[in-house]
């Protein structure tokens, strides 16, 4: 069984900063990447910044700049500082595993349960 668990979220006033994590467990293998998306209400999900396995990262356009994801692979977790926030930020911010490889030899995407992320003075 494989979870996802996020942790970090609250509220923030504009300009100011929050950091998200995300830890994997479970018979993991391996990960091939790893992701964070949000969807705010009445829109529909979108990739906010991704890092694979090779530590390759892209971010969408809203946040380059202000946002970055890391990894530690040890320990199967990845995180998402995010500075500068915006309103337009405020959301339910979701991981993502992108390919996860269990020990029985399972591939499979998995997602966490989400953490609300408020940006409001």
């Known amino acids: 069984q494989v979870q996802l668990v996020e942790s970090g979220g609250g509220l923030v006033q504009p300009g100011g900063s929050l950091s998200l994590s995300c830890a994997a467990s479970?018979?993991?293998?391996?990960?091939?990447?790893m992701a964070w998306y949000r969807q705010a209400p009445g829109k529909q999900r979108e990739l906010v910044a991704a890092?694979?396995?090779?530590?390759?990262?892209n971010y969408t356009d809203s946040v380059k700049g202000r946002f970055t994801i890391s990894r530690d692979s040890a320990k199967k977790t990845v995180y998402l500082q995010m500075n500068s926030l915006k309103p337009e930020d405020t959301a339910v911010y979701y991981c993502?595993?992108?390919?996860?490889?269990?020990?029985?030899?399972?591939?499979?995407?998995?997602w966490g349960q989400g953490t609300q992320v408020t940006v409001s003075s």
């Open positions: 993502n595993g992108v390919g996860i490889r269990t020990y029985w030899g399972y591939v499979a995407d998995y």
């Open positions: 890092i694979t396995s090779g530590d390759s990262t």
């Open positions: 479970g018979s993991i293998f391996s990960i091939n990447a």
